[in-house]
């Protein structure tokens, strides 16, 4: 098995050192944010680097992201899933992370930069909840108070791990919009106004690679560990980079912590895939959008032409967001990273293939993209001119969706 990276934030190539000094990828990025809180992000942009260039935090990482947090994940073969599809298809299996997915590691180690800055409490945004249960778990496990902020309507469809933050002794605090039951926009919104009121004494554990400057390149740093143990485990066991590596964006942490030890190798396709929803209401930022300024960053945005964010629509909470975080917008106008999206029923659909085929139970989230994988196998195979292989971060697990799959498939026997 591939070990654990001993320098879990490592500089990138030169050539991909962004952000710049002024946090822009290219045109994208950067701090709009409210003059009382410059001050702290200064200061955690200062802190960050400090703890970068720190043999002690650096080992305090790796220790809990091993002993704690389960890491190196396993990379595995999806061959009946492959062989159905006509690829050599591959899973980074982050749902087998501690808390079920991804988002522990960019939890464990802003808990651990919040408690090296001197932080009395913590709080937190969360849409499906895995970072809200991620989160309420590394600051039980460090000793932090901790509030995590998510949507009502997201409370009462992600209801068991609502029930989880609670246990691990996180006050969870439902947020409504305009008197209507709110999601991850609104969880933001009501994170950023706590953050304002107590700038110095509160540490902003932000979830993913969105919000104002340093925090896209902290959680891109942190997620990156997916990527780098990915890469790695594919050649020991191929000898080969993947032909292309496919995630799901929602604000894009997995996604950009699964391209960015990609992206200096230019013959591996980077697709990311978007909620396309019900066809009329989406979360399809990048694929239907234009830039805006949301969060405290520029980048694509769902908005009308007047300025006014639109409301998103997706069967997985942890894609009803109308934002992306701003790596993803300049990948993408680049022309390095393609993006598409699926509908609600593709989502579901391709769901209930890896359940049957391959015993796996994906997040609704992760969902995504499968069946975005599963639409770009043809494309990639007439291009290369032989069967493809895939790397695709299954991002968490399912368990969290039951109760919508339910609503959805009714009894949850397959529908194909």
């Not at 050599?88 to 939890?107: M, P, S, V, Y």
């Not at 959680?219 to 980079?241: H, K, M, N, P, S």
């Not at 989406?282 to 639109?310: C, F, I, K, N």
């Amino acid at each position: 098995m591939t070990s654990l990276d001993p320098n879990p934030i490592s500089a990138p190539p030169q050539e991909h050192a962004r952000p710049d000094a002024r946090g822009r990828f290219g045109a994208f990025g950067g701090r709009y944010v409210p003059e009382t809180l410059v001050p702290a992000l200064e200061r955690l942009e200062r802190g960050y680097a400090e703890a970068t260039a720190s043999a002690e935090f650096q080992a305090a990482l790796v220790r809990e992201l091993r002993q704690w947090a389960g890491r190196p994940t396993a990379l595995t073969r999806a061959e009946r899933l492959g062989t159905a599809w006509g690829c050599e298809l591959w899973l980074k299996r982050e749902d087998l992370a501690h808390t079920g997915a991804h988002k522990i590691n960019n939890a464990v180690g802003q808990a651990l930069l919040a408690q090296r800055l001197g932080a009395k409490r913590v709080v937190a945004e969360t849409g499906a909840g895995q970072h809200g249960v991620a989160t309420a778990a590394a600051c039980a496990r460090l000793g932090i108070p901790c509030r995590v902020y998510q949507g009502s309507l997201d409370v009462a469809r992600q209801a068991p791990n609502a029930r989880r933050m609670r246990l691990f002794g996180a006050e969870l605090v439902p947020v409504d919009i305009n008197g209507q039951p709110g999601t991850l926009r609104a969880a933001i919104d009501e994170a950023l106004r706590d953050w304002v009121s107590d700038p110095d004494g509160t540490y902003y554990l932000l979830g993913s690679a969105v919000g104002p400057h340093p925090y896209p390149r902290i959680v891109r740093d942190l997620q990156a560990a997916i990527g780098r143990e990915a890469r790695a485990q594919l050649l020991d066991a191929t000898g080969q980079l993947p032909d292309a590596v496919v995630a799901c964006v929602g604000g894009g942490s997995n996604a950009i912590g699964s391209f960015h030890p990609f992206v200096g190798d230019r013959e591996v396709a980077l697709l990311g895939i978007e909620a396309g929803g019900d066809g009329r209401r989406h979360g399809a930022t990048l694929t239907r959008g234009r830039p805006g300024v949301l969060h405290g960053t520029l980048s694509y945005l769902l908005h009308d032409e007047d300025g006014q964010v639109l409301e998103t629509h997706s069967v997985s909470a942890g894609l009803d967001y109308p934002g992306v975080g701003p790596e993803h917008s300049f990948l993408k106008d680049s022309g390095r990273a393609d993006y598409l999206s699926v509908t609600d029923a593709e989502a579901l659909d391709a769901l209930q293939e890896v359940c049957r085929l391959e015993g796996i139970l994906p997040a609704l989230e992760t969902a995504h993209a499968f069946a975005g994988a599963r639409r770009a196998v043809t494309d990639l195979r007439d291009r290369l001119g032989r069967t493809p292989r895939i790397l695709l971060t299954c991002s968490g697990r399912g368990d969290k969706d039951l109760g919508i799959l339910e609503d959805c498939l009714g009894t949850g026997e397959a529908t194909r």
